[in-house]
């Protein structure tokens, strides 16, 4: 199985600031990587696919990058509404795999 | 507007069933590979079964392997997740997911239910 590892597990930033999230894959995954954000109460949304496309619909301010087994997800302005639990998924073999979450939160 | 909406979920007893549906609608059925992905109790997200639009090409949790069928009725517009033997670890939210795709290899997923909550306990 391949796991996924996230780091940070939490962080704390103000509005404006750009947030940067990693996640590692144990073996190379091409970019069958994707990204969702999940708001306390709420069903995961999916973010990004293909490790640095835009589901429909998210806002430019998401955006994320590379391939093989190092990842990252980064919001450019942080905003109160982004607060939420951001979790890595890798969709290149089976079974499928999700990082263990990194909860943002507005300092 | 694609809409996914799962029900089933309720309180069951250990070794007990139940039988999760997830009615979609807004897009062609058939032509989306489905999964359902589980969330424990202030946990983070597991999967747990793929189905292929087709039906044709199933892929299972180990955890679920032997108690656990996914299953779809196009006719109905209607993915199926019946569990069995439920354990006290299988307590969770029950999360509908379609993929982009018909297949269900190289295939992310995009949009999600509302989901559905188990609990299974005496």
């Known amino acids: 199985d391949i796991q996924m590892t996230q780091s940070p597990s939490s962080l704390s930033a103000s509005v404006g600031d750009r947030v940067t999230i990693t996640c590692r894959a144990s073996?190379?995954?091409?970019?069958?990587l994707a990204w969702f954000q999940q708001k306390p109460g709420k069903a995961p949304k999916s973010l990004i696919y293909?490790?640095?496309s835009l589901q429909s619909g998210v806002p430019s301010k998401f955006s994320g990058s590379g391939s093989g087994t190092d990842f990252t997800l980064t919001i450019s302005s942080l905003q109160p509404e982004d607060v939420a639990t951001y979790y890595c998924q890798q969709y290149k073999s089976y079974p499928l795999t999700f990082g263990g979450g990194t909860k943002v939160e507005i300092k | 507007e694609v809409q996914l909406l799962e029900s089933g979920g309720g309180l069951v007893q250990p070794g007990g069933s139940l039988r999760l549906s997830c009615a979609a609608s807004?897009?062609?059925?058939?032509?989306?590979?489905l999964s359902w992905v589980r969330q424990a109790p202030g946990k983070g997200l597991e999967w747990v079964s793929t189905l292929s639009g087709s039906g044709d090409t199933t892929f299972l949790a180990d955890s679920v392997r032997g108690r656990f069928t996914i299953s779809r009725d196009n006719s109905k517009n209607t993915l199926y997740l019946q569990m069995n033997s439920l354990r006290a670890d299988d307590t969770a939210i029950y999360y509908c997911?379609?993929?982009?795709?018909?297949?269900?290899?190289?295939?992310?997923?995009?949009?999600w239910g509302q989901g559905t909550l188990v609990s299974v306990s005496s």
């Open positions: 293909a490790a640095s």
């Open positions: 807004g897009f062609t059925f058939s032509n989306y590979a």
């Open positions: 997911a379609r993929m982009l795709s018909r297949l269900a290899w190289l295939v992310p997923f995009d949009y």
């Open positions: 073996q190379g995954i091409s970019n069958y």
